[in-house]
């Protein structure tokens, strides 16, 4: 009911200025240039997920492998089935097993596996990084308030900071984390963004704020990124949302992530978005990240 009075608002917001629904707060509805993705790009890199497990020469889990944030990544909530990744994020009474410690014990300095929510990240770090292009995935985001599912890229040159986020940039294609406003109407949405010069003092950003994407917890959507050497633009469902050229752009090959995140610190799930609240899920449910494939253009 609230959603199609706030969307009815935006499409009216809109007809007088596509800026207008962002200094309300409110998403906007994608209503930039169309992808062209045939006529502009080809094809060169895809994971489909149509196997059985997770492809080891495209796909590593050990980006990360301890806590994070309110939860802990573990691989054991990464599945392939029915066509697609599946990322679960459910809550465990018993820690599940360490199986890095004796791998990376020395170099990171783990946190100890707690009872708590567990989920996970997938990254082609290592295995797939490129440069330029247009990049997109097609999921359907996990359902609770404090659940964060991305879809983003990385480059070791995020951390140099020299005024520039051309040595390397953290591009976050989507990001989901406003479940909690599924009531009023604004829960469809997504964000886009940038970091770069590291995650200190000196880190800078921009954002494009809020997009509506079509029923996002129920139906597939997706969410693509085109970079060039000027800016980064993105779109849901091939159509654009908003560019970004601050900083300038990465000039440096990114590798991709795809994760899910429970809201909270030091392990403890506290938040329903940005650090208050509690989640709408709870022991014995579990949220999934669904994700139909991530393919990867160049420019013809
Ligand atoms: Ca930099
Ligand atoms: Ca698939």
Redesign the pocket.
């Known amino acids: 009911m609230f959603a199609k009075i706030i969307r009815a608002i935006v499409s009216v917001l809109m007809v007088i200025s596509p800026t207008l629904p962002h200094l309300f707060g409110l998403p906007a509805i994608p209503s930039g240039q169309d992808l062209a993705l045939d006529e502009r790009f080809e094809l060169v890199w895809q994971?489909?997920?149509?196997g059985d497990k997770l492809d080891s020469t495209k796909w590593s889990t050990e980006w990360w492998v301890t806590m994070r944030k309110g939860g802990y990544w573990h691989d054991d909530m990464i599945s392939v089935r029915d066509?697609?990744?599946v990322i679960t994020t459910a809550y465990f009474d018993e820690p599940l097993e360490n199986y890095y410690e004796e791998k990376w014990g020395s170099v990171i300095d783990f946190d100890e596996y707690k009872p708590g929510w567990y989920t996970g990240c997938i990254t082609t770090n290592g295995k797939f990084e490129q440069t330029y292009g247009y990049f997109e995935c097609?999921c359907i985001l996990p359902k609770s308030t404090g659940m964060w599912s991305a879809f983003w890229m990385m480059n070791d040159g995020v951390f140099n900071v020299d005024n520039s986020g051309q040595d390397g940039t953290e591009v976050d294609i989507f990001e989901s984390m406003y479940y909690k406003d599924v009531v009023w109407g604004y829960g469809d949405a997504v964000i886009s963004g940038i970091h770069y010069d590291g995650y200190g003092e000196e880190s800078k950003g921009d954002s494009i704020d809020k997009w509506f994407a079509n029923n996002p917890y129920e139906e597939f959507n997706t969410y693509g990124l085109e970079w060039n050497e000027d800016e980064y633009i993105f779109y849901i469902n091939g159509v654009e949302t908003g560019r970004i050229s601050t900083g300038g752009v990465s000039q440096n090959p990114e590798y991709l992530l795809l994760s899910c995140e429970v809201a909270g610190e030091n392990g403890v799930a506290y938040a329903d978005r940005h650090g208050v609240g509690e989640m709408s899920m709870k022991p014995g449910d579990t949220a999934e990240f669904i994700?139909?494939?991530v393919r990867v253009y160049q420019y013809k």
């Open positions: 994971d489909e997920f149509d066509g697609n990744l097609r994700v139909d494939y």
